[in-house]
């Protein structure tokens, strides 16, 4: 018969004491792991936001806590941008075409009705000094780089919806992304020009009576005279003034979008594109009425912004106070061909420029 062997008293303890040194251990690890209560951690947090509570709370635009130091640093959804693109394909845009298309719609009554201004009397054939050459190089620079914005803006607001149907998808690809360039490049330089142009002509654009006369005969269209005017009228001081104030917040509005610095948020440059495209728009629009007359609209008016003469008559017809200013200066056109300077220190000053 074979004698079981029974093991030691010591061997058991030290198995003993073994195995309760490997829960103590086991667990310690629990406890002490960085994930301990990672679980009860991620439950209270599903218990309080709810699930659909949280993302509805973040599809509202509701600020939160994070440590990020950016501008919107605590949106994690900017629900704003959903109202930006309404204001702009409900209001804005549409907003632009009746402004233009109602302008170009009256321009073309008016010319259909009355025709091109033409002179009274005959030219004399004599010139008076209009713009210096300093005055007419800013006025076509302020007009070149205006008129490139003014086309290239529209084109990104609306060339869209006719472009790629008509012309294809390559080129208005290629079309808008020259459009983009040119707009984002050629505003900083036409803000430049723009005020250059402000300063100099700010002190002939103050309005007076004579100006108020103007308006109520409508520029010489009602009566059959036409009203007095010094050497700007009450249209052209409007002009300036229409460009001086939309002009600007045009040039700032865009400086802000060219240039998002300062800490900006999505929501600041989502309210100076709305501004922007508003105000240019009805910059536009204005400015119609300004290229009409100085282009067809009236007989002469553009000769003095090309070579900076015009005819005595004209002079006497549209701006007859001043010519009884000027009307001794009057030169033959040779005269007017030898002198390459328009060096009038100030608009429509030719005496200065003889001087010089």
Known sequence: M???????????????????VLVLAGLAILLFSPHAGADDAA???????????????VSDGTVGYTTSKGAEHGQLINVSGERWRELRNKWISPGGLYAIGGSLGLLTLVYLTLGCMKLDKPRTGRLILRWGLFDRAMHWFVAITFLTLAFTGLNILYGKHFIPE????????????????????IGP???????????????????NMTDVKWFIQGGGLIGNKHPSAEFLNGGEKGWYWALTILGLVVVGSGLVLD????????????????????????LVAI??????????????ALEGMKTGYVDETWAKQHHDLWYAEVKD?????????????????????????EQA
Do not use: C
């Not at 439950?43 to 709370?57: I, L």
């Not at 008509?166 to 490049?185: P, T």
């Not at 998002?260 to 105000?279: E, K, S």
């Open 2 to 20: 074979t004698k079981t062997t029974q093991p030691d008293s010591r061997t058991v303890k030290a198995l003993l004491q073994v195995f309760a």
């Open 259 to 282: 240039f998002p610095l300062f800490g900006l948020t999505r929501n600041d440059m989502q309210t100076a594109n709305l501004i922007h495209g508003g105000v240019s728009l009805l």
């Open 43 to 57: 439950a209270k947090v599903q218990g309080n936001f709810a699930g659909a509570d949280y993302w509805r709370e």
């Open 329 to 353: 200066q009057a030169i033959d056109p040779a005269q007017a061909q030898t002198d390459k300077s328009g060096k009038a220190d100030k608009p429509g000053n030719a005496e200065k420029a």
């Open 287 to 300: 400015s119609l009425g300004h290229i009409y007359i100085g282009t067809i609209g009236s007989e002469g």
């Open 166 to 185: 008509y012309f294809g998808y390559d080129i208005w690809k290629n079309l808008i992304a020259l459009s983009k360039f040119l707009h984002n490049y």
């Open 189 to 207: 330089i036409f803000s430049i020009g723009l005020l250059v142009m402000i300063i100099r002509w700010f002190g002939n654009n103050f309005f």
